[in-house]
């Protein structure tokens, strides 16, 4: 199982990004899909995440300017960033629960830096 991030960069506050993340392997059952993020000298954190059925969950300082979504038949999941702060600056990694055990597995992570 691999996850294959991507969509990070630099971006001026009030900007926009969209991350994209997808699955690989064969025969896979996705649990929750989503997104966490670390910034320096912090712990990672959780910014967003999808059930399988489509319901989002969110870090309270990014709801309503991020938006989570998911194609379970491509096996992908995005990450629409809107309205960035420099606050938002961290690495993004996304995470996806596999398998009827759920292990958590984690992409390689994506940097995302929002700054003048």
């Known amino acids: 199982v691999q996850l294959q991030a991507s969509g990070g960069g630099l971006v001026q506050p009030g900007g926009s990004l969209r991350l994209q993340c997808a699955a690989s392997?064969?025969?896979?059952?996705?649990?929750?899909m989503g997104w966490y993020r670390q910034a320096p000298g912090q712990q990672r954190e959780m910014v967003a995440l999808i059930s399988s059925t489509g319901r989002p969950n969110y870090l309270d300082s990014v709801r309503g300017r991020f938006t989570i979504s998911r194609d379970n038949a491509k096996k992908m999941v995005w990450l629409q960033m809107n309205s960035l702060q420099s606050e938002d600056t961290a690495v993004y990694y996304c995470?996806?629960?596999?398998?009827?055990?759920?292990?958590?597995?984690w992409g390689q992570g994506t940097q995302v830096t929002v700054s003048s």
């Open positions: 392997g064969s025969g896979l059952i996705i649990f929750n």
């Open positions: 995470s996806a629960e596999i398998g009827l055990a759920r292990i958590n597995y």
